[in-house]
């Protein structure tokens, strides 16, 4: 089961974190992973990690903002099977907080770099007749977050955005997921504990895992055996749906 052998899978943000644990994940099922990464040392060291395990798996430095660029690296993978739209960044603040730059750039990464990705895949999926979309959503589309205005409107986008494209692709044959996870431990989390509380680390993460009503982050190899499932052929019958992944933080969390 959840075999994605010959299968070409695009997963944008591949050098770390979630994406990392995706890319090495689908890799190991078969697939043919190619990783769009701005962080281009880090997508090789993906790429190291599969090919090491005898998975296949190339790199490709990018700007998934950059409309242009992204046509490109997707005119040189050719054919697309499976698109993980993972690549984003974090901001803290509330509207008031939030200046115009700052605003423009969640948006240009977290929502333009999905459209990009999309609006470069579909047209080869169309002519495959299948295709597999999974956009990377978050629990802050669902839920009021607090100091995360920015990032919660990308990601409320990316909701609506998964929505439509599911309708629209129906008659052909493409599906179109997301997934919203809640707090999960990244390196980003590490380093931005360490950034803005280095007198009290352990207090911090301590603190930020108890959020969760399950009481603990979510790890990026269980938010990949979700993306597995989703990108396999035994989730045929599923598509223009939102699966949190959240330890409870939805539904529990009062």
């Given at each position: 089961?959840?075999?994605?052998?010959?299968?070409?899978?695009?997963?944008?943000?591949?050098?770390?974190?979630?994406?990392?644990?995706?890319?090495?994940?689908?890799?190991?099922q078969?697939?043919?992973?190619?990783?769009?990464?701005?962080?281009?040392?880090?997508?090789?060291?993906?790429?190291?990690?599969?090919?090491?395990?005898?998975?296949?798996a190339?790199?490709y430095?990018?700007d998934?903002?950059?409309?242009?660029?992204?046509?490109?690296?997707?005119?040189?993978?050719?054919?697309?099977?499976?698109?993980v739209?993972?690549?984003?960044?974090?901001?803290?603040?509330?509207?008031?907080?939030?200046?115009?730059?700052?605003?423009?750039?969640?948006?240009n990464?977290?929502?333009?770099?999905?459209?990009?990705?999309?609006?470069?895949?579909?047209?080869?999926?169309?002519?495959?007749g299948?295709?597999?979309?999974?956009?990377?959503?978050?629990?802050?589309?669902?839920?009021?977050?607090?100091?995360?205005?920015?990032?919660?409107?990308?990601?409320?986008?990316?909701?609506?955005?998964?929505?439509?494209?599911?309708?629209?692709?129906?008659?052909?044959?493409?599906?179109?997921?997301?997934?919203?996870?809640?707090r999960?431990?990244?390196?980003f989390?590490?380093?931005?504990?360490?950034?803005n509380?280095?007198?009290?680390?352990?207090?911090?993460?301590?603190?930020?895992?108890?959020?969760?009503?399950?009481?603990?982050?979510?790890?990026?190899e269980?938010?990949?055996?979700?993306?597995?499932?989703?990108?396999?052929?035994?989730?045929?019958?599923?598509?223009?749906?939102d699966?949190?992944?959240?330890?409870?933080?939805?539904?529990?969390?009062?």
């Amino acid at each position: 089961m959840f075999s994605l052998k010959g299968k070409s899978a695009v997963i944008t943000g591949g050098g770390s974190g979630i994406g990392n644990a995706m890319a090495v994940l689908f890799a190991k099922q078969g697939a043919i992973v190619h990783i769009i990464e701005l962080n281009a040392e880090a997508a090789e060291q993906t790429v190291k990690q599969i090919t090491n395990d005898n998975g296949t798996a190339f790199s490709y430095s990018c700007d998934v903002s950059d409309q242009q660029q992204v046509i490109d690296v997707f005119s040189k993978i050719g054919n697309v099977n499976i698109l993980v739209n993972n690549a984003g960044i974090a901001h803290i603040g509330k509207l008031e907080t939030t200046n115009s730059k700052d605003f423009e750039n969640i948006f240009n990464v977290n929502v333009k770099g999905a459209y990009n990705c999309m609006f470069a895949a579909i047209p080869t999926m169309k002519v495959n007749g299948s295709g597999v979309i999974l956009n990377m959503a978050s629990i802050a589309a669902l839920v009021g977050i607090p100091d995360r205005f920015a990032y919660s409107m990308s990601k409320g986008a990316i909701y609506a955005m998964t929505l439509s494209v599911a309708k629209d692709y129906l008659a052909d044959h493409i599906r179109c997921n997301s997934i919203s996870p809640a707090r999960v431990h990244t390196p980003f989390v590490d380093g931005f504990i360490k950034k803005n509380y280095p007198d009290n680390q352990e207090e911090i993460f301590e603190k930020l895992s108890k959020s969760q009503p399950i009481g603990r982050m979510a790890q990026p190899e269980e938010v990949a055996a979700l993306a597995l499932y989703l990108c396999s052929d035994e989730a045929s019958f599923v598509t223009g749906c939102d699966y949190p992944i959240d330890g409870g933080f939805v539904k529990l969390n009062n």
